[in-house]
């Protein structure tokens, strides 16, 4: 990573409603100022800015060493949000996976309807997610949905403490959470955007699981 460091806080010790209001408060100030954070999730550390931003996308890009052509996941509050804040396709498979997983470690790839949503703009489907963070949902509710990718160097592993993760990228945020150790493990990610739903990634959420959800085996 550069020389620069960023400004840190954390949130080891479970920090009370005040201290985390503020911290959302603090957050989304940084944000549209074309900030970019990064902060522990229920699985791994991520990257998040405003997807409005194109600037802090850029850094996001940069950090990551990521192909401009691979599109970042979206963040949501909760389902009721991603259903009616996004223009997406909320099919029956969606509607059955996210009552039952989110929050958590479950990613649901949807199609997305015609809209004039700049920073969608070629995008047929979305992958979206409602982590079981507190500080993540109460940022989202604040703000409304944003991006977030995982805190590694394109290509490598997430690794599973804040160091690590400051150490893989390859310029730092603006600001960096420090939730201690994670489990590292990714989230499931379900495409619902097919004639089928398909599991193509296998993480927390085991496939059987969601079969049974989808199909009632």
Known sequence: ????????????????????????????????DD???LTPTDTVYGLICLPASDIAIQKIFE???????????????DWQQAR??????????????????????????????????????GRVEVGIRVPDHAYIQKLARKIGPFF??????????????????????????SLAIDGGLLSGAPSTLVNVNLPEPKVERVGSIPESAIERVIYHV
């Open 1 to 32: 990573m550069n020389d620069v460091y960023p400004d840190r806080i954390s949130l080891e010790n479970n920090a009370d409603i005040n201290e985390l209001d503020k911290l959302v408060d603090d957050s989304a100030r940084l944000l549209y």
């Open 35 to 37: 900030g970019v954070i």
């Open 63 to 77: 950090m990551k060493g990521r192909p401009v052509q691979r599109h970042l996941p979206i963040i949501a509050a």
């Open 84 to 121: 009616d804040s996004l223009p997406i396709v909320w099919n029956q498979p969606a509607r059955k996976l996210a009552e039952r997983f989110w929050p958590g470690a479950l990613t649901i790839a949807c199609g997305v309807v015609e809209n004039d949503v700049k920073w969608l703009e």
């Open 148 to 173: 977030m990718t995982s805190a590694n160097r394109h290509g490598e592993d997430t690794p599973h403490t804040l160091e690590g993760a400051l150490g893989s990228l390859l310029t730092a945020p």
